[in-house]
């Protein structure tokens, strides 16, 4: 969901993404016209950026990244021209709260860091190596962005320091 409550899209593991209005008062989900949004193939995770700007959804069968604009009136994707290929196949994907980097965690193939244009176009910062976590399956992140939480599927979490200039 959006920061604000406003809007919902979930991965559908057979294709596309879902958009639907929250009723903040209820919970209840109305569908978007347009809905589902077409995306790569095995959509695995998607990630909202803080300001509801931008949506991202990492596709596991086309190891890339969808990228899309929010219209903030009525929730409706819209494609960017291209997808962004990652560097191994995306398990979660979340944009950290100051919405300049979208982190993809890969399993056994690290985190990649991916630097969020104003556009919405993506960039890549670095992959960090899944070590000493051996499989990045979930991430999270302090409020101000001061520190990043990586669950490993095997034994814990690793913590690390994160970079306000390069994620």
């Known amino acids: 969901a959006d920061a604000a409550g406003k809007f919902l899209y979930a991965a559908n593991q ?3 993404v879902s958009a639907f209005t ?6 209840v989900l ?3 016209a347009g809905s589902p949004f077409a995306t790569g193939s095995a959509p695995a995770a998607v990630a909202v950026d803080p300001f509801a700007r931008f949506v991202f959804v990492a596709n596991a069968g086309s ?3 969808s990228a899309y604009t929010v219209n903030s ?21 979340a944009v950290d709260p100051t919405g300049r980097f979208l982190y993809v965690t890969l399993g056994i193939d690290g985190t990649q860091i991916l630097g969020i244009a104003s556009d919405g176009s993506l960039s890549s910062v670095r992959t960090i190596p899944a070590s000493p976590c051996p499989a990045a399956v979930d991430i999270a992140f302090t409020p101000k962005s001061q520190f990043a939480f ?18």
């Open 150 to 167: 990586v669950a490993d599927g095997h034994s814990g979490l690793c913590n690390y320091a994160v970079s306000a200039s390069n994620g």
């Open 14 to 16: 057979g294709g596309g």
């Open 22 to 27: 929250i009723d903040r008062a209820s919970g």
């Open 73 to 93: 009136k009525n929730g409706v994707l819209t494609p960017l021209s291209s997808t962004f290929a990652l560097s191994g196949t995306p398990v979660r994907a």
């Open 30 to 32: 109305t569908s978007i």
């Open 63 to 65: 190891r890339d990244v």
